[in-house]
């Protein structure tokens, strides 16, 4: 007998009367602690042994319940003249749901009586009951340590009697034992609550290691359960799993159902009334057990015949193990049981259970789903535990199946086949074979791991289905992935329904009608994956995207006959356009040198039109409107620019090669002339002293990436990004180019490779696993005019700047000497009246003035005299005060360090040692001399550097020792990592409330400047300072080097992986580093965002890692990703921006070819508004209404929508609905397309020449297989490539008809297979067909 048979047998608890399981939901249950103490009392014979017997008490149905506790025997003694003691001092843990106060403890003391015969019984000498609820659902007295048990005569088996009376005292039958009682304590236990998945309820158990799952108490104790550990579980897999019953599926189906048929025409006393029993589905009970209780509730998976899975599934099926072509339940899922332990009393646990359901003979039809819900059946046929052997690792297991009159783990009556009167003997009850696998090695985490996980952490349980397909007699089985109609109609009071623990049930069955190719690393279940639309394109290319131009010369003469107007510059004439010079070449001195400093940029938007290799896929967008940023200025949302050809009609269907973008007015019309002039001026005026420079790097180094939304649907189109190389004038006045932009957008792969060293330029990524298509052409023209100053710009500004004592003056980052005072050597500040100064004066103020100008005088030298002696104190703080503060002014851009030392002088001739104090947490104290020594060399700073300079208090504040009057340099840094709101705009799809109204953008105008003081304090002994150091923070826009756009279901965590560019290619990063590649680091301005990067190993490319918790719909998160490239963060070489979009998420199973109707409701806003539904895939996905429609307000209306599909495999479709008014999107939809493969029933293979031509024309037949005639519908996967003669057809039933078919040429060689959908009136598909076409 193994461990975990012995556990089983030994705790076998009763359960409660029938009438307590009916609570819903069940009450918390209450865990205890007992302990028995002693048993003290006259009745007592010294050197007689005693036990103690607990058991658990129904009163209100006399009944008892769990099963009996039994202690240890003691002998009884005494010492004169104190009576007669058994002492036990043992301790009693349960736990119970039934807080009622008729539930209740029974003591039962037994001792050991001789017989005549010599031998010994056990005989009960009286009993006593422990109440532990009171009143209500309370514990009974939780906080008394020790009481005293009244005891009775007799047995516990009194409580059964009917005249029993509770409580106890009213019963005139009982008889108390005087000077007799037992000493004890009970109290509740909360620690035992962390072991309720182990400890089944009811069930009384001693402080021993008897609980399977426990580890031993620490040290000496022997009491494991006050203080319960629990074992480290293992995570199991099970997979490849099927059951074989004997002598085969069919036979023992057969045989079933006709003694379930039997049976109940038995029980209903009935003759045959033309009803059957028939299979509805087969599932499998998954569990882990410890002898005592399921530790989980189980798992539920679908189990279907060979017969049922698809050709190539059911060959990888067949071919796991040796068995007869569909004679075998197959488990087409793999099952995780991660409560695994490793002791030998824990066994996984299968249950094979059938769900039955009566079905009528007349017409074929099914019952209705009242009728099925009374007459659906669960029954367990065959059962079977598993053992795993501890460090076997992968492995095959063969079980055999159980049944029977033999009590199981899962508590219900099991079936056993009888004799079958073709064999003349009891058949085999079958076996249950699997592979297993464990997860218990560590092993390190890549980057393929994580994403697949993340992939099947976003997969949701499928839609349950509610149309019922008609179940065959043998075998029958749903064949879809969601709950079937059982599980959801089976009545509560079925004849053979399992017990379901925590009324919990997990649904493992997927549709894995066609296997995966490689399964995931961690889990074999195929998540779906999820890509957002748009993910940052990759900048390849950029080069010749801004030199080549693909429009002919008679396009281009169009286009620019268009009148758009011209550019001047500052002697207004016009800017000639220029071809662009080769990137690279520019001269950072000319630039310097240039007399003219001001710089006017000017953005030119021209025309957008469709790619000519861009394929058909979604409608051209009638208007379209661009979100970007520039530099450090606010983001810009353009107003809506309507596409309009060049001859001057609305562009419509597919568009033509270029059309221009001319702006709407707010009434509808368009505005003249056309394009979208943006102008940006750059004045060293309103630079930061230095500055100017920055701003050419910027223009040397970065990129300018553009988004482009379809203006009606709020969609995303695409991205298009820019070199702004181009705007350096390079000493002339003015300089104007014209570009043509790809404007891409990217798709996903599901199994892209992974490019370890891809050296991408001009510091842009590429997603792995991302697919860019390009949409469209945006022409766009770029200028810089340039314009005098009449300020010379300042050099480049160090990071560092010494801050020294107030009585000698503050060196400044361009080295002129200042003094302390405002500008001009002169305080001065501004006059208030004394009434809204003082308080305390305002009464003695607004007091009647004395007649006479003489005691007038006198009155207001008094009043004048008692404010000065009223403020005397706090004015000589405040001057004491400004003659040792010291300020510095921190332009603070996000992410940024910024370095500077402050002169600490000890003003006393002996030493004194200094604390710091910042009240601000993003100003430090640099304490590591390598990161002060860093700074230094970035700033080239002359100051001396000293080791172990600072010692840290206990409240981590740090002190500096300073001799006698002298002077020390303190390094301070200042970084913020997060964004400030009025420094960053909002910027996306969510409206066009708020546009660019105003064509010229200023950096004096970019926003109100929100300044935060800091406040440094030097203190000696006593809190008393020695020297202040305000510190002026004013935030500065940051530049953005690139833009992420996710689409994500609302209220869930985005988990995404981002490969890091090679770090040369990051603009700014210096060139030459020792040591090769250096390690990258990362930083999120949300503090609620988790965000890290990881090495993959030497010479391996850094991801990054992203989790960012969701909003609800529609809600938009904005958030900044900081990259560096130096171990202190000095300066991000790049910025990311982020942005996340919540959307709700509908999960939808289709069929390729086939339409799929669903509906979605829609709820009305407080006003009612005019809106319209847009998809992202109009050629897949079809709504109704098509047009615009009014919402109510606070009013719900259904939104039916149409899916087919025309590829299978996962694709994700995006639907908005637009207020067709205002322009806002009112609500968003994130459909998850798992689209299967329809059966193909023919194939044929045709030869086409590539490269043009006029196409073929082919002829397929099709027969009619319906014996009346039918309308059939046609469509395929590939209407680019293939049209049909007629896209529907009539035929009579048996009768044959010929499809024409039309192939469309090729213009590139290589192979495309097409399918040809057929689908009846009601647009389900009758069958497929596949054409191979070989384009040669």
Same mark, same amino acid.
């Given at each position: ?566 550019? %001047? ?590 509906? %979605? ?176």
């Amino acid at each position: 007998m193994g461990e975990w048979d012995r556990v089983f047998r030994q705790h076998r608890p009763l359960p409660p009367h029938p009438q307590r399981g009916r609570a819903r939901p069940p009450p918390r249950s209450t865990a205890f602690r007992c302990v028995l103490k002693y048993l003290h009392g006259a009745a007592l014979s010294q050197g007689t042994k005693y036990q103690l017997r607990l058991s658990l008490f129904d009163a209100t149905y006399h009944h008892f319940f769990g099963k009996t506790w039994r202690s240890s025997w003691r002998a009884a003694s005494t010492a004169p003249p104190r009576l007669a003691r058994a002492t036990f001092n043992e301790v009693v843990y349960f736990h119970t749901s039934l807080n009622h106060p008729g539930i209740a403890a029974v003591v039962e003391v037994v001792m050991i009586a001789g017989k005549g015969d010599g031998g010994s019984q056990h005989l009960s000498c009286g009993f006593g009951t422990i109440p532990l609820f009171h009143g209500g659902s309370e514990v009974t007295n939780p906080a008394t340590e020790d009481r005293m048990l009244k005891l009775y005569h007799g047995t516990p088996r009194a409580l059964l009697h009917p005249r029993f009376q509770d409580p106890m005292e009213k019963n005139k039958y009982m008889t108390v034992m005087e000077k007799s009682h037992l000493q004890y304590a009970l109290k509740s236990h909360q620690p035992l609550e962390a072991i309720f998945h182990l400890l089944p309820e009811n069930l009384l158990v001693s402080g021993l290691p008897t609980v399977p799952g426990l580890l031993p108490a620490r040290g000496d104790a022997d009491d494991c359960l006050q203080k319960p550990r629990l074992m480290k579980t293992v995570t199991c897999y099970l997979e490849r799993l099927f059951i074989q019953l004997y002598p085969s599926l069919e036979e023992f189906e057969e045989e079933l159902l006709d003694l379930l048929n039997s049976d109940r025409l038995l029980q209903a006393n009935t003759a045959p009334d033309g009803e059957e029993v028939v299979i509805r589905e087969r599932r499998l009970h998954v569990g882990v057990h410890n002898g005592l209780r399921f530790v989980r509730a189980p798992q539920v998976a679908v189990l279907v015949p060979d017969v049922e899975l698809s050709p190539g599934a059911c060959q990888r099926v067949s071919s796991s193990g040796a068995r007869d072509a569909g004679q075998a339940l197959v488990l087409r899922s793999r099952i995780q049981l991660s409560e695994m332990v490793p002791h030998p009393a824990f066994r996984v646990c299968f249950q094979l259970e059938y769900v039955f359901c009566s079905m009528g003979r007349t017409g074929g039809k099914a019952l209705s789903v009242s009728a099925r819900s009374e007459a659906a059946d669960m029954r367990s046929v065959r059962w079977a535990v598993w053992s795993p052997v501890p460090g076997a690792g992968d492995t095959d297991v063969v079980l055999p199946l159980r049944g029977g009159a033999r009590r199981g783990p899962c508590q219900t009556l099991v079936y056993r086949t009888p004799p079958s009167s073709r064999q003349g003997k009891h058949v085999e009850s079958g076996t249950v074979q699997f592979h297993v696998s464990t997860d218990s090695e560590e092993h390190l985490v890549t980057a393929a791991e994580i994403l697949c996980k993340d992939r099947d952490e976003l997969k949701q349980p499928p839609t349950p289905s509610l149309r019922v397909p008609t179940p065959r007699r043998v075998p029958g089985s749903p064949r879809g992935p969601g709950l079937s109609v059982s599980q959801l109609v089976a009545s509560p009071g079925g004849t053979g329904q399992i017990l379901q623990q925590d009324g919990c049930i997990t649904h493992l069955e997927a549709d894995l009608g066609s296997p995966d190719t490689e399964p995931c690393a961690n889990d074999q279940l195929q998540a779906l994956p999820f890509t957002p639309l748009q993910l940052p394109m990759a900048a390849v290319g950029l080069q010749a995207c801004s030199s080549h131009v693909s429009l002919s010369r008679a396009a281009l003469a169009r286009l620019h006959a268009a009148g758009f107007p011209d550019i %001047l510059d500052r002697n207004q004439e016009p800017v000639e356009i220029s071809e662009p010079v080769e990137l690279g070449s520019f001269n950072l001195r000319l630039e310097e040198a240039d007399p003219l400093q001001g710089n006017e940029i000017v953005l030119q938007f021209l025309a957008f039109g469709r790619d000519a290799q861009g394929g058909v896929e979604g409608l051209w967008p009638r208007t379209v409107f661009l979100t970007f940023q520039f530099y450090r200025f606010p983001p810009v949302t353009t107003p809506r620019l309507q596409l309009v050809s060049t001859d001057g009609g609305l562009a419509a269907g597919l568009g033509v090669p270029a059309q221009l973008l001319v702006r709407v007015n707010e009434d509808g019309t368009l505005n003249k002339p056309p394009g979208l002039q943006l102008k940006y001026m750059v004045d060293p005026a309103f630079l930061r002293p230095g500055e100017q420079r920055w701003f050419l790097r910027y223009l040397a180094e970065h990129s300018l990436q553009i988004d482009i939304w379809d203006g009606d649907s709020l969609l995303h189109v695409g991205s298009a990004a820019i070199k702004l190389e181009p705007l350096l004038r390079q000493g002339q006045t003015a300089v104007r180019t014209y570009h043509e932009l790809e404007v891409a957008t990217t798709e996903y792969e599901p199994d892209g490779t992974v490019l370890g060293r891809e050296a991408l330029r001009h510091g842009a990524l590429r997603p792995l696993g991302v697919r860019v298509a390009v949409r469209g052409r945006l022409h766009l023209c770029l200028a810089n005019v340039g314009h005098p100053c009449e300020e010379t710009p300042g050099q480049l500004p160090s990071h560092s700047c010494s801050v020294t004592a107030p009585d000698s003056a503050v060196i400044t980052p361009g080295g002129n000497l200042c003094s302390l005072n405002t500008p001009g050597g002169r305080r001065t500040a501004w006059a208030r009246r004394l009434v809204d100064v003082d308080n305390e004066l305002e009464a003695a103020l607004r007091s009647r003035r004395p007649e006479g100008w003489p005691k007038q005088r006198a009155w207001d030298l008094q009043v004048i005299d008692a404010y000065r002696d009223h403020i005397k104190e706090e004015s000589i703080y405040q001057m004491l005060n400004q003659a040792i503060t010291a300020t510095h002014t921190v332009h603070a851009v996000l992410g940024t360090a910024e370095f500077f030392e402050f002169a600490l002088k000890n003003p006393y001739s002996i030493q004194h040692t200094v604390t710091i104090e910042v009240n601000h947490p993003e100003l430090s104290v640099i304490l590591d001399p390598r990161e002060w020594r860093h700074f230094k060399e970035l700033t080239k700073s002359v100051t001396p550097v000293e080791e172990d300079m600072f010692h840290l208090r206990d409240d981590l504040k740090p002190q500096v020792y300073l001799r006698p009057s002298e002077t020390v340099h303190i390094p301070f840094k200042y970084q913020t990592f997060s964004a400030d709101p009025a420094v960053v705009a909002a910027q996306g799809p969510t409206g066009l409330g708020i546009s660019a109204n105003e064509n010229t953008h200023s950096l004096g105008k970019s926003g109100a400047k929100q300044t935060k003081l800091i406040q440094v304090s030097f203190q000696v002994s006593g809190g008393k300072p020695i020297a202040l150091l305000r510190v002026k923070v004013e935030p500065q826009p940051h530049v953005v080097d690139q833009t992420f756009r996710f689409y994500h279901p609302e209220l869930t965590f985005l988990k995404k992986t981002i490969r890091l560019p090679p770090w040369h290619t990051l603009p700014g990063t210096p060139v030459g580093v020792p040591g090769g590649q250096p390690e990258m680091f990362v930083r999120c301005s949300d503090p609620d965002i988790i965000c890290e990067t990881k090495s993959l190993g030497p010479g391996e490319p850094q991801d990054i890692f992203l989790k960012v918790a969701g909003g609800p719909s529609p809600q938009i998160k904005k958030f900044f990703v900081a990259i560096y490239t130096d171990t202190w963060l000095a300066a991000p070489v790049q910025i990311w921006q982020f942005y996340l979009h919540s959307l709700q998420r509908l999960d939808v199973t289709c069929t390729a070819g086939q339409l799929t109707r669903l509906s %979605l409701l829609l709820r009305g806003t407080a006003a009612p508004r005019r809106v319209r539904a847009f998809t992202s895939q109009p050629q897949e996905l079809e709504v109704d209404p098509s047009g615009a429609f009014v919402l109510p307000a606070n009013g719900i209306q259904d939104l039916y929508i149409g899916v087919r599909p025309r590829r299978a495999g996962s694709k994700f479709i995006y639907l908005n609905l637009v207020d067709v008014e205002s322009h806002q999107l009112v609500s968003s939809w994130l459909l998850c397309l798992s689209c299967r493969q329809p059966l193909i029933s023919k194939a044929f293979e045709i030869s086409l020449p590539a490269g043009g031509g006029k196409g073929c024309n082919k002829r397929i037949t099709y027969t009619n297989p319906y014996p009346s005639p039918r309308l059939y519908f046609l469509c395929t996967n590939r209407p680019d490539l293939l049209q049909f003669k007629e896209d529907s057809f009539e035929v009579a039933g048996g009768e044959v008809y010929t499809i024409g078919l039309r192939f469309a040429p090729s213009q590139t060689v290589g192979e495309e297979e097409i399918l040809i959908h057929i689908n009846d009136r009601e647009d389900k598909n009758e069958e497929t067909f596949c054409v191979k076409v070989l384009y040669q």
